[in-house]
């Protein structure tokens, strides 16, 4: 029996208190990633986004094309 299979087999309060609490679980880390971020250290400066911007960015070239 695959997986969904036994998930489709649970009553519906089941399933409905499952989907709710792994909704509430991405919203916490969702809330919380930025305050742990910022406990450990992990958030950008403003020479890093000076950095991602020069070096990580496609740069676009324009070519002028002849018409035939």
Request: net charge positive; glycine share 4%; charged share 35%.
């Given at each position: 029996?695959s997986?969904?299979?036994?998930y489709?087999?649970?009553?519906?309060?089941t399933?409905l208190?499952?989907g709710?609490g792994?909704?509430?679980?991405a919203?916490?880390?969702?809330l919380a990633s930025?305050?742990?971020e910022?406990?450990?250290g992990w958030?950008?400066?403003?020479?890093?986004?000076?950095?991602?911007r020069?070096?990580?960015l496609p740069?676009?070239s324009?070519?002028?094309?002849?018409e035939k």
């Open positions: 029996m997986l969904w299979d036994s489709r087999n649970l009553s519906p309060r399933r208190f499952i709710g792994v909704m509430a679980y919203a916490f880390g969702l930025d305050q742990i910022r406990f450990l958030t950008a400066t403003d020479e890093d986004r000076k950095r991602l020069e070096e990580q740069r676009v324009v070519i002028d094309r002849r």
